[in-house]
């Protein structure tokens, strides 16, 4: 039996549910990138989906928890699962997005120029999600 959430109503045991996790590259009219700061480096905001809430509606509203920024989703940047990388859960998926609003919680979220990521510790797994998002074919990533 596969990890994707899969249920038998005809057993008392329910499988393991896959660990989604959803995030949203915002990036602004002047072509910054929204950008969480922490003490190992930079990253995007996003976060786990919980039950019961929508992929892009958890990744909606983990940026706007994280940053401040509300943002909407305006296309896909691609969808990770590839074992070999240091995902922190087991299907990683970044959206494309701009920001509508709010206000940026200053401390914890930054606009930075993405000329400017290779200055910033960024972990490898989100270097290559920005790689994708950043490339001009605007193609989204599956692997």
């Keep these: 039996m596969s990890q994707s959430g899969y249920f ?5 045991t329910a499988a393991r549910r896959t660990a989604v996790g959803a995030s949203i590259m915002v990036l602004d009219d002047a072509g910054l990138l929204l950008m969480l700061r922490e003490r190992a480096g930079h990253r995007l905001p996003g976060g786990p989906q919980p ?5 892009p509606r958890a990744a909606v509203r983990a940026v ?8 909407e989703i305006t296309g896909l940047v691609g969808m ?7 995902w922190s859960t087991e299907l990683a998926v970044c959206f494309r997005g701009r920001p509508m609003g709010g206000r940026l919680r200053v401390g914890t979220a930054v606009w930075v120029e993405p000329e400017r990521l290779g ?3 960024v972990p490898e797994a989100t270097r290559l ?14 692997g």
């Design 129 to 142: 999600i920005l790689e994708h998002g950043l490339a001009r074919s605007g193609d989204a990533y599956f």
């Design 119 to 121: 200055a910033l510790g």
């Design 80 to 86: 990770y699962s590839d074992p070999e990388r240091s």
């Design 8 to 12: 038998d109503p005809t057993t008392t």
């Design 64 to 71: 706007e928890e994280q940053t401040g920024v509300m943002a």
């Design 51 to 55: 039950a019961r809430e929508t992929l």
